[in-house]
């Protein structure tokens, strides 16, 4: 529990408008699938390109490649940005499942070419996805719901009120959203937050 | 209630890519059927991706001149192709009977070969990976025993739908048992039947794979 819990306090002494904070990198998402937003695309390509440029090149050991993969793993956060679910993980973590399933997929093509395993076929990451698969992700909230009155006073101002208004008040995001004047995405990525700042106070109980 | 998982390490590879294909799949499917792996999954993905994207470092300097083309280049590329999950191939009929599979093999349904009657009660059908790996659904009708045998390296089993058992314990929906060398055992059905995906472990060498950005301490994590 260590390594989360330094992790999510470095996030929060991170200046907030910075691709570093997760919500700010979810809210550049969301602009891009909304208006296409050339400049919220262009923060993204910013921070992560040059980190997979440096990963891959160690990977691949081979430039042209590595740009590859890059090329690959940004143009499909462009295009496929509406795919990306703000509740069920971070802007990076989905920026990475890309970036391993493209890695994948150059490695077994250079060895196996056609009738092979493709990425898609493990992780459907860029597939479009059916809304009641998130009925999982609910019924973990539910169980969560339970222990929120103990330790929603732990958390940062601007999660306990998210979760206020959702769980206590019953709004919907959306609502949330119009109420604080705020983004959806920055909603959505509050309450993933806050449920998995919770998640943390209730493991470290046991 | 799924009393045998994968290893901390098999995940890790698994959310990495560095296992072999018949070992992802087998990974996968166990993942599909148990919650608990789902949960260990988003935190080895988050984990990776922090050591992936968390370093502070500026862009090389060749590209500052370079970015604005990069990102037009992208802006003006070709949409990837559309992929939507089609759930319409779900269920396997064998022995008159219907299984549902999970996401995993329902999205390679179309790699499974056709069925073939073994020793005994047993069928055997392939799932074919475009590689040499083997991986095999097997069937077991009920009251059917296989040979007592141990294993070349290690062979996964999961079992898919059903129960067996072997000499020491008795293995369900879920369940994930990994067995080499120095394991000898009986596998056997009672009343039930049982449906289980099995492999034979043979690992890419990626020696310098995603997982390796994990270090040792995981399991602090993982507790």
Redesign the interface.
């Known amino acids: 529990m260590q390594l989360v819990t330094e992790a999510i306090t470095s996030r929060k002494t991170m200046s907030s408008a910075r691709p570093e904070d997760p919500e700010h990198a979810a809210d550049l998402l969301a602009r891009i699938a909304a208006d296409q937003s050339r400049a919220a695309f262009s923060e993204l390509f910013r921070h992560f390109a040059p980190r997979l440029q440096a990963y891959a090149t160690r990977q691949f050991g081979n430039e042209q490649t590595a740009k590859d993969l890059v090329q690959e793993t940004m143009a499909n956060v462009w295009h496929k940005a509406h795919l990306f679910k703000p509740d069920r993980g971070s802007a990076a973590t989905w920026i990475f499942t890309i970036a391993r399933n493209i890695r994948f997929d150059i490695l077994r093509k250079n060895k196996y070419r056609q009738h092979d395993l493709s990425a898609d076929d493990l992780w459907p990451v860029l597939a479009e996805q059916n809304e009641s698969l998130d009925d999982d992700y609910a019924l973990d909230q539910d169980l969560l719901m339970q222990q929120l009155a103990v330790y929603c006073d732990q958390l940062p101002d601007a999660q306990r009120v998210a979760i206020q208004l959702i769980y206590i008040e019953g709004k919907s995001q959306q609502e949330v959203a119009d109420a604080l004047s705020i983004p959806l995405g920055t909603v959505k990525s509050r309450t993933r937050l806050a449920i998995q700042k919770l998640k943390e106070l209730i493991h470290s109980d046991d | 209630m799924i009393k045998f998982h994968p290893s901390e390490q098999q995940l890790v590879e698994y ?3 560095d296992l072999s ?1 018949a070992m ?2 087998t990974v ?1 499917t166990h993942i599909d059927m148990c ?1 608990h792996c ?1 949960g260990h999954v ?2 080895i ?6 050591r ?2 968390g ?1 502070p ?4 300097a060749s ?1 500052s001149a370079n ?2 083309m ?2 037009d ?3 003006k ?1 070709p ?2 192709a ?4 089609d ?1 319409s191939d779900n269920y396997l009929f064998l022995e008159g009977k219907r299984f549902e599979l999970p ?2 093999l329902a ?2 349904y179309h ?1 499974i070969g056709s069925w073939h009657k073994m020793l005994g009660k047993m069928w055997r059908a392939p799932v ?4 040499d790996e083997v991986l095999n659904f097997i069937y077991m009708g009920s009251g059917a025993q296989v040979p007592e045998h141990t294993h070349k390296g290690h062979e996964a089993t999961l079992v898919i739908n059903g129960v067996f058992v072997d000499e020491t314990d008795e293995y369900r929906d879920g369940d994930f048992v990994l067995l080499d060398g120095s394991h000898k055992h009986t596998p056997q059905t009672q009343q039930e039947d049982c449906l289980t995906l099995a492999t034979l472990d043979a690992p890419l060498h ?1 020696t ?1 794979g ?1 997982s390796r950005l994990l270090n040792p ?1 995981s399991s ?2 993982f ?1």
């Not at chain 2, 993905?45 to 922090?50: A, G, P, V």
């Not at chain 2, 470092?57 to 090389?60: E, F, G, H, L, Q």
């Not at chain 2, 074919?128 to 590689?131: A, E, K, M, P, R």
Request: proline share 5%.
């Open positions: 959310v990495a890519g294909a992802l799949i996968g919650p789902q988003q935190d993905e988050e984990q990776l991706s922090q992936l994207f370093d470092m500026a862009a090389p590209w970015l604005d990069m990102v280049a992208i802006i590329s949409a990837p559309h992929r939507s999950l759930d996401a995993t999205r390679n790699r074919n990976l475009g590689s990626f310098s995603l301490f602090l994590f507790k």
